[in-house]
C-alpha cells in the first residue's frame, strides 16, 4: 500500500524558516518524480514544487522560486520542502504527493502539513 | 486566477447525471494528459480520472472523463449523496513548467 507521512509543519513568523518532510512506502520511491502542492484555507490546489527521480529535473512555481528548495533522499525514501523567507500568503496545507508514470501529475498524496505563517 | 477554469458549483438530485468541465489553453490541456481528483471535506485529493479517461482500480464507473481540444468534461452518473465534494482537473503546463490545477468545483447533492 502506497502511504506518504507528511511532517514538520507548524507555527512560524513571517521571515521565518520551515523545512517539511514527507516519508514514503510502499513503492519504490527511488522510480518515481514527485511534487510538492498546497491548499491555502478554504482555497483551492496550488502545485509548488517537482522533482523528477533521479533530482536531476527540479521545477518551482513563481510564488515560490528563490525561496523554496526541494530536495530528496532516495536512499532513506524521503521527500523534502526546505522554506525560506516565509510570508503569510504561505499559509496552507503542504501534500507531498507521489506523480503518476510518466507524467508529473499525482496519483497518490498524503494527508497534508499544515503550515501556518503569523506573528 | 487558476490556469484552468472550472465552475464554482455543480449540483444535482440522487441518479441524476452531472458534468463538471474544465477549459485550458494548448499549453496544457491542449497537448497534455487531463487528471481529476475528488476531495472530500477535511481530507487530501484522491484521484479520480487519469489520462483523460482512465479510472485507478476501485473507482466506480459511475465516474467518466473526456478531452476535447483544450477541454475537459467529468460525468458522474447515478448521483449519490456520498458524491458531495470538491472536484478538481488538472494537467501539466509546457510553458509554465509545472502543473496547473482548476479552481475546483463544489458538487452539491440535493
Known amino acids: 500500500e502506497v502511504q506518504l507521512v507528511e511532517s514538520g509543519g507548524g507555527l512560524v513568523q513571517p521571515g521565518g524558516s520551515l523545512r517539511l518532510s514527507c516519508a514514503a512506502s510502499?513503492?519504490?520511491?527511488?522510480?518515481?518524480?514527485m511534487n510538492w502542492v498546497r491548499q491555502a484555507p478554504g482555497k483551492g490546489l496550488e502545485w509548488v514544487s517537482y522533482?523528477?527521480?533521479?533530482?536531476?529535473?527540479?521545477y518551482y512555481a513563481d510564488s515560490v522560486k528563490g525561496r523554496f528548495t526541494i530536495s530528496r533522499d532516495n536512499a532513506k525514501n524521503s521527500l523534502y520542502l526546505q522554506m525560506n523567507s516565509l510570508r503569510a500568503e504561505d499559509t496552507a496545507v503542504y501534500y507531498c504527493?507521489?506523480?503518476?508514470?510518466?507524467?508529473?501529475?499525482?496519483?497518490?498524496w498524503g494527508q497534508g502539513t499544515l503550515v501556518t505563517v503569523s506573528s | 486566477q487558476s490556469v484552468l477554469t472550472q465552475p464554482p458549483s455543480a449540483s444535482g438530485t440522487p441518479g441524476q447525471r452531472v458534468t463538471i468541465s474544465c477549459s485550458g489553453s494548448?499549453?496544457?490541456?491542449?497537448?497534455?494528459?487531463v487528471y481529476w481528483y475528488q476531495q472530500l471535506p477535511g481530507t487530501a485529493p484522491k484521484l479520480l480520472i487519469y489520462?483523460?479517461?482512465q479510472r485507478p482500480s476501485g473507482v466506480p464507473d459511475r465516474f467518466s472523463g473526456s478531452k476535447s481540444g483544450t477541454s475537459a468534461s467529468l460525468a458522474i452518473s447515478g448521483l449519490r449523496s456520498e458524491d458531495e465534494a470538491d472536484y478538481y482537473c488538472?494537467?501539466?503546463?509546457?510553458?509554465?513548467?509545472?502543473?496547473?490545477f482548476g479552481g475546483g468545483t463544489k458538487l452539491t447533492v440535493l
Open positions: 494548448s499549453s496544457n490541456i491542449g497537448s497534455n494528459y
Open positions: 489520462s483523460n479517461n
Open positions: 488538472a494537467a501539466w503546463d509546457d510553458s509554465l513548467r509545472g502543473v496547473v
Open positions: 522533482t523528477s527521480s533521479s533530482s536531476s529535473t527540479i
Open positions: 504527493a507521489r506523480n503518476h508514470l510518466p507524467t508529473a501529475i499525482p496519483d497518490y
Open positions: 510502499g513503492f519504490t520511491f527511488s522510480a518515481y518524480s
